[in-house]
């Protein structure tokens, strides 16, 4: 698998996670895009410190090969997917916890 193939197969999985499984419903909620926009401002000027100095190198075989501030969009699939999954956990044992 290439790196482009799972990071949407990690978004779909995350996706799935939220609105089907667990139906926390993150995805419908504003607070939740809200945190996403500041979170994804810094995973921006992460990723671009870190490729712009090679710190992090990809295989052009891997990837789609479309970036954004020096990283490939990838890594903003795959972060997506880490973030709404964490959320997702987060809200589970929250409510576990309330039982």
């Given amino acids: ?6 990071a949407i197969f990690a ?12 139906k926390t419903q993150l995805l419908k909620r504003k607070v939740f895009w809200t945190s996403y926009a500041i979170i994804l ?9 870190l490729t712009s ?3 992090v190198m990809y ?6 090969g479309l970036r954004i501030a020096s990283a490939p969009v990838e890594d903003l699939f795959f972060g997506f997917a880490l973030v709404l ?11 576990s916890h309330k039982r």
């Fill in 1 to 6: 698998m290439t790196y482009t193939q799972i």
């Fill in 11 to 22: 978004v779909l999985i995350a996706i799935s996670l939220d609105l089907f499984l667990f």
């Fill in 41 to 49: 401002g810094f995973q921006l000027l992460t990723n671009w410190w």
């Fill in 53 to 55: 100095r090679n710190i």
């Fill in 59 to 64: 295989s052009p075989d891997a990837m789609i």
């Fill in 85 to 95: 999954g964490v959320l997702i956990n987060w809200i589970r044992l929250d409510a």
